[in-house]
Protein backbone atom coordinates (compact mmCIF):
# COMPACT_ATOMS: atom_id res chain seq x y z
CA UNK A 1 0.00 0.00 0.00
CA UNK A 2 1.72 3.30 -1.29
CA UNK A 3 1.45 5.54 2.03
CA UNK A 4 1.74 8.61 0.33
CA UNK A 5 -1.32 8.25 -1.37
CA UNK A 6 -2.98 6.78 1.21
CA UNK A 7 -1.68 10.40 2.82
CA UNK A 8 -3.13 12.35 0.05
CA UNK A 9 -6.41 10.91 0.11
CA UNK A 10 -6.85 11.59 3.94
CA UNK A 11 -6.38 14.91 3.29
CA UNK A 12 -8.46 15.47 0.08
CA UNK A 13 -11.61 13.90 1.55
CA UNK A 14 -13.34 16.16 3.56
CA UNK A 15 -15.09 14.52 6.76
CA UNK A 16 -18.07 17.08 6.71
CA UNK A 17 -19.63 15.23 4.05
CA UNK A 18 -20.24 11.96 6.37
CA UNK A 19 -22.13 14.15 9.54
CA UNK A 20 -24.93 16.32 9.36
CA UNK A 21 -26.02 19.54 9.74
CA UNK A 22 -24.74 22.08 13.21
CA UNK A 23 -21.70 19.15 13.02
CA UNK A 24 -20.20 19.68 9.65
CA UNK A 25 -18.10 22.80 11.50
CA UNK A 26 -16.66 20.55 13.55
CA UNK A 27 -15.73 17.45 10.70
CA UNK A 28 -12.12 18.89 10.71
CA UNK A 29 -11.77 18.17 14.43
CA UNK A 30 -9.67 14.88 14.78
CA UNK A 31 -12.14 13.45 17.47
CA UNK A 32 -14.95 11.19 17.26
CA UNK A 33 -18.51 12.79 16.77
CA UNK A 34 -21.62 11.84 17.00
CA UNK A 35 -24.01 10.33 14.03
CA UNK A 36 -26.78 9.44 15.36
CA UNK A 37 -28.44 6.72 16.88
CA UNK A 38 -25.83 6.33 19.62
CA UNK A 39 -23.11 5.48 16.80
CA UNK A 40 -19.67 7.38 15.87
CA UNK A 41 -17.57 8.33 13.53
CA UNK A 42 -13.90 7.76 14.36
CA UNK A 43 -11.50 10.61 14.65
CA UNK A 44 -9.56 11.01 10.91
CA UNK A 45 -6.39 10.26 12.00
CA UNK A 46 -7.67 6.78 13.73
CA UNK A 47 -9.20 5.83 10.40
CA UNK A 48 -5.98 6.68 8.92
CA UNK A 49 -4.32 4.42 11.17
CA UNK A 50 -6.39 1.35 10.84
CA UNK A 51 -6.31 2.13 6.66
CA UNK A 52 -2.82 1.81 6.49
CA UNK A 53 -2.34 -1.26 8.98
CA UNK A 54 -4.71 -3.22 6.60
CA UNK A 55 -2.16 -3.04 3.97
CA UNK A 56 -4.48 -2.78 1.06
CA UNK A 57 -3.70 -3.10 -2.30
CA UNK A 58 -6.54 -3.19 -5.64
CA UNK A 59 -6.85 -7.59 -5.38
CA UNK A 60 -8.14 -7.45 -1.90
CA UNK A 61 -11.53 -8.36 -0.91
CA UNK A 62 -12.64 -6.62 2.36
CA UNK A 63 -15.45 -6.79 5.06
CA UNK A 64 -16.34 -3.93 7.17
CA UNK A 65 -18.58 -4.70 10.46
CA UNK A 66 -19.83 -0.78 11.37
CA UNK A 67 -20.53 1.15 8.26
CA UNK A 68 -21.85 3.79 10.31
CA UNK A 69 -21.72 7.35 8.27
CA UNK A 70 -19.50 5.63 5.51
CA UNK A 71 -16.29 7.29 6.01
CA UNK A 72 -14.13 4.47 6.75
CA UNK A 73 -16.11 2.70 3.93
CA UNK A 74 -14.59 4.94 1.77
CA UNK A 75 -10.56 4.79 2.41
CA UNK A 76 -11.67 0.89 2.07
CA UNK A 77 -13.40 1.65 -1.41
CA UNK A 78 -10.37 3.90 -2.31
CA UNK A 79 -7.78 1.48 -1.85
CA UNK A 80 -9.36 -2.16 -2.05
CA UNK A 81 -10.90 -4.37 -5.02
CA UNK A 82 -14.30 -5.25 -3.19
CA UNK A 83 -16.12 -3.61 -0.06
CA UNK A 84 -18.67 -5.92 1.56
CA UNK A 85 -20.02 -3.45 4.20
CA UNK A 86 -22.68 -4.74 7.19
CA UNK A 87 -24.43 -2.24 9.41
CA UNK A 88 -26.89 -3.37 11.67
CA UNK A 89 -28.97 -0.10 11.78
CA UNK A 90 -31.00 0.57 8.73
CA UNK A 91 -31.37 4.35 8.02
CA UNK A 92 -27.08 4.77 8.82
CA UNK A 93 -27.07 2.00 5.92
CA UNK A 94 -29.16 4.04 3.83
CA UNK A 95 -27.49 7.86 4.26
CA UNK A 96 -23.54 5.65 3.93
CA UNK A 97 -24.90 4.14 0.32
CA UNK A 98 -26.64 7.35 -0.66
CA UNK A 99 -23.27 9.56 0.52
CA UNK A 100 -20.74 6.59 -1.38
CA UNK A 101 -23.04 6.68 -4.70
CA UNK A 102 -22.93 10.56 -4.63
CA UNK A 103 -18.46 9.99 -4.42
CA UNK A 104 -19.08 7.57 -6.93
CA UNK A 105 -18.40 4.27 -5.44
CA UNK A 106 -19.16 1.40 -7.28
CA UNK A 107 -17.17 -1.49 -6.00
CA UNK A 108 -19.13 -1.50 -2.89
CA UNK A 109 -21.85 -3.60 -1.42
CA UNK A 110 -23.99 -3.10 1.84
CA UNK A 111 -26.11 -5.38 3.94
CA UNK A 112 -28.39 -4.31 7.64
CA UNK A 113 -28.00 -7.36 10.11
CA UNK A 114 -25.99 -8.39 12.48
CA UNK A 115 -22.06 -7.96 11.62
CA UNK A 116 -20.64 -10.38 14.22
CA UNK A 117 -21.72 -13.22 11.92
CA UNK A 118 -20.12 -11.65 9.14
CA UNK A 119 -20.97 -12.58 6.07
CA UNK A 120 -20.42 -15.77 4.57
CA UNK A 121 -22.34 -15.44 1.13
CA UNK A 122 -18.96 -13.53 -0.17
CA UNK A 123 -16.20 -15.09 2.05
CA UNK A 124 -13.32 -15.46 2.39
CA UNK A 125 -11.99 -12.16 2.52
CA UNK A 126 -8.40 -11.00 2.26
CA UNK A 127 -8.68 -8.30 4.92
CA UNK A 128 -11.46 -7.48 7.64
CA UNK A 129 -12.20 -4.56 9.82
CA UNK A 130 -14.61 -3.83 12.94
CA UNK A 131 -15.28 -0.68 14.00
CA UNK A 132 -17.01 -1.78 16.52
CA UNK A 133 -15.97 -2.91 20.26
CA UNK A 134 -16.31 -6.96 21.17
CA UNK A 135 -15.53 -8.81 24.00
CA UNK A 136 -13.87 -11.28 22.48
CA UNK A 137 -13.26 -11.84 18.43
CA UNK A 138 -16.53 -13.41 17.07
CA UNK A 139 -15.33 -17.12 15.76
CA UNK A 140 -17.34 -16.59 12.25
CA UNK A 141 -15.34 -13.52 11.16
CA UNK A 142 -12.07 -15.90 11.94
CA UNK A 143 -13.26 -18.59 9.45
CA UNK A 144 -14.66 -16.06 6.97
CA UNK A 145 -10.66 -14.54 7.03
CA UNK A 146 -8.48 -15.70 4.17
CA UNK A 147 -5.49 -17.46 4.62
CA UNK A 148 -2.97 -14.92 4.56
CA UNK A 149 -5.64 -12.72 5.66
CA UNK A 150 -5.37 -9.58 7.97
CA UNK A 151 -8.18 -8.70 10.31
CA UNK A 152 -8.93 -5.46 12.86
CA UNK A 153 -11.11 -5.58 15.77
CA UNK A 154 -11.43 -3.69 18.67
CA UNK A 155 -10.97 -6.49 21.96
CA UNK A 156 -12.14 -5.42 25.27
CA UNK A 157 -14.50 -3.95 27.94
CA UNK A 158 -16.50 -1.23 27.68
CA UNK A 159 -15.00 2.38 27.91
CA UNK A 160 -11.16 0.95 26.90
CA UNK A 161 -10.33 -1.65 24.08
CA UNK A 162 -7.01 -2.77 22.28
CA UNK A 163 -7.16 -2.56 18.28
CA UNK A 164 -6.35 -6.30 17.69
CA UNK A 165 -4.73 -7.09 14.59
CA UNK A 166 -5.51 -10.69 13.78
CA UNK A 167 -3.58 -12.33 11.06
CA UNK A 168 -3.92 -15.59 9.85
CA UNK A 169 -1.15 -17.83 7.87
CA UNK A 170 -1.48 -19.68 4.54
CA UNK A 171 -1.75 -22.84 6.61
CA UNK A 172 -4.48 -21.11 8.30
CA UNK A 173 -2.71 -20.56 12.00
CA UNK A 174 -4.52 -17.49 13.89
CA UNK A 175 -2.19 -15.06 15.37
CA UNK A 176 -3.36 -11.98 17.75
CA UNK A 177 -1.61 -9.35 18.56
CA UNK A 178 -2.40 -6.18 20.33
CA UNK A 179 -1.52 -2.64 18.41
CA UNK A 180 -3.03 0.46 21.28
CA UNK A 181 -6.14 1.24 22.85
CA UNK A 182 -8.88 2.21 21.54
CA UNK A 183 -12.30 3.38 22.50
CA UNK A 184 -15.01 1.95 20.62
CA UNK A 185 -19.15 1.42 20.47
CA UNK A 186 -20.19 -1.79 21.36
CA UNK A 187 -20.67 -4.54 18.51
CA UNK A 188 -24.38 -5.12 19.15
CA UNK A 189 -24.70 -9.49 18.50
CA UNK A 190 -23.54 -12.18 20.15
CA UNK A 191 -19.77 -11.07 20.66
CA UNK A 192 -20.15 -7.68 22.31
CA UNK A 193 -20.35 -7.32 25.90
CA UNK A 194 -21.61 -9.09 28.64
CA UNK A 195 -22.22 -12.09 26.28
Known amino acids: ?12 LDRSLFVEGGLKPLAPLDR ?14 LVLDMTAALELDKN ?13 TTFLAEFAGEVFTVERIPEL ?16 RF ?3 DGSLGWAQYAPYDRIIVTAAAGSVPPRLIAQLKNG ?24 AVGARALYAVTFVELVGDFGWGK
Open 60 to 72: CRVLEIGTGSGYQ
Open 111 to 113: RTG
Open 93 to 108: SLQARERLARLGYSNI
Open 1 to 12: MDDEKLRAFFRS
Open 149 to 172: GRMLIPVGPPGLQELTLVTKDENG
Open 32 to 45: PLPIGFGQTVSQPT
